[in-house]
């Protein structure tokens, strides 16, 4: 599975960002993001079923990221609203063909400046 990430950047603090994540390879059946902020450990996101079903959110993001899917793309976003300067971080696109997060993409660099 190669997972593709892309729309990072530099935005102020209360700007929104679109992450995409495109997928190829093995089939998935679902997909997640994570970020990881300097000097911390890797966190969950989000994460979707390809296939259908409610997304699922770390209780930490109070309604401000989304995600969502295009299967005709085999592509996920994420939507990112009223971003704040702990949103700074390597955000990570990752697959579960079955046997959990096995798959990460490359990393995407947001950086959110006051």
């Known amino acids: 599975v190669q997972l593709q990430a892309s729309g990072g950047g530099l935005v102020q603090a209360g700007a929104s960002l679109r992450l995409s994540c495109a997928a190829s390879?093995?089939?998935?059946?679902?997909m997640g993001w994570f970020r990881q902020a300097p000097g911390k450990e890797r966190e969950f996101l989000a994460a979707?079923?390809?296939?259908?079903?409610?997304?699922v959110y770390a209780g930490s993001l109070k309604g401000r990221f989304t995600i969502s899917r295009d299967n005709a793309k085999n592509t996920i976003h994420l939507q990112m609203s009223n971003l704040k300067v702990e949103d700074t971080g390597v955000y990570f696109c990752?697959?579960?063909?079955?046997?959990?997060?096995?798959?990460w993409g490359q990393g995407t660099q947001v950086t959110v400046s006051s």
């Open positions: 979707l079923s390809l296939s259908g079903g409610s997304p």
């Open positions: 990752s697959g579960d063909s079955g046997r959990g997060f096995l798959y």
């Open positions: 390879g093995r089939a998935v059946y679902v």
